[in-house]
């Protein structure tokens, strides 16, 4: 791609700075994926496509999975560098599972197709987790007996706005689009991932309001032979 669309790059941040932190949100984040993990029958490699401060990694290894991280920013310290969009070093169902987790959004919106593609192509399912739009009002009750677990998320921004998806405006400057966005709802989204996946289930995050969940079978790799 060319013209005045942006190509994949690093984020407009000190990579090593930024490395360095870790919030709750990390620890809510990695569990979540563990979660997801599991319902992916089989599931032994992963892919990690930005392993940020790299939690995810460290866990998934901890409990037994072969992990491959992957990034564009070398301050990342990543097993393979390169692009979601181009992941032609590795081999069609290289993967069990690829992860990309608050990734797709550092992208154009051009480059979101070909990227998603390309995570069919590498594994055989998928965890995608995109940022929600806006600020984030919830009622939760927890009444502490049987489970019960009852919540109520309000997404606040600007529901007629929509971003041309090759500005990053978003998030101090690191998203070119978020989910929720005119063009960029819920079902837009669905129907894109739709292309290249069965959507096994989608869900937001009810203890990280910012991100809505989806767990993805390739219709394109099929489970190599180890």
Same mark, same amino acid.
């Given at each position: 791609?060319?013209g005045?669309?942006?190509?994949p790059?690093?984020?407009?941040?000190?990579?090593?700075?930024?490395?360095?932190e870790l919030?709750?949100? *990390?620890?809510?984040?990695? /569990?979540?994926?563990?979660?997801?993990?599991?319902?992916?029958?089989?599931?032994?490699?992963?892919?990690?496509?930005?392993?940020?401060?790299?939690?995810?990694?460290?866990?998934?290894?901890?409990?037994?999975?072969?992990?491959?991280?992957?990034? !564009?920013?070398?301050?990342?310290?990543?097993d393979?560098?390169?692009?979601?969009?181009?992941?032609?070093?590795?081999?069609?169902?290289?993967?069990?599972?690829?992860?990309?987790?608050?990734?797709?959004?550092?992208?154009?919106?051009?480059?979101?197709?070909?990227?998603?593609?390309?995570?069919?192509?590498?594994?055989?399912?998928?965890?995608? /987790?995109?940022p929600?739009?806006?600020?984030?009002?919830?009622?939760?009750?927890?009444?502490?007996?049987?489970?019960?677990?009852?919540?109520?998320? !309000?997404?606040?921004? *600007?529901?007629?706005?929509?971003?041309?998806?090759?500005?990053?405006?978003?998030?101090?400057?690191?998203?070119?689009?978020?989910?929720?966005?005119?063009?960029l709802?819920?079902?837009? !989204?669905?129907?894109?991932?739709?292309?290249?996946?069965?959507?096994?289930?989608a869900?937001? *995050?009810?203890?990280?309001?910012?991100?809505? *969940?989806?767990?993805?079978?390739?219709?394109?790799?099929?489970?190599?032979?180890?």
């Open positions: 791609m060319s005045e669309v942006p190509e790059g690093k984020m407009p941040v000190d990579g090593e700075a930024w490395g360095q919030h709750l949100s *990390n620890f809510v984040n990695c /569990y979540n994926q563990y979660r997801d993990l599991q319902t992916c029958a089989g599931t032994r490699t992963v892919l990690v496509v930005g392993p940020g401060q790299g939690l995810v990694p460290e866990v998934l290894r901890w409990r037994g999975y072969d992990v491959t991280t992957f990034d !564009i920013d070398p301050a990342f310290r990543p393979v560098r390169g692009s979601v969009h181009a992941m032609t070093m590795f081999a069609a169902g290289q993967f069990d599972a690829v992860i990309a987790s608050h990734v797709l959004e550092h992208l154009t919106v051009p480059y979101l197709n070909p990227s998603l593609k390309e995570i069919a192509r590498v594994g055989c399912y998928a965890l995608i /987790y995109l929600v739009a806006g600020r984030h009002c919830q009622v939760r009750v927890m009444p502490g007996f049987k489970g019960i677990d009852l919540s109520m998320i !309000i997404d606040l921004f *600007n529901r007629f706005h929509k971003p041309d998806g090759v500005t990053p405006r978003y998030a101090q400057g690191q998203h070119f689009w978020e989910l929720g966005m005119r063009g709802r819920v079902r837009d !989204i669905r129907r894109r991932l739709s292309q290249f996946f069965d959507v096994l289930s869900y937001r *995050n009810r203890d990280w309001t910012p991100s809505h *969940n989806f767990v993805l079978r390739s219709k394109i790799a099929h489970r190599r032979e180890s």
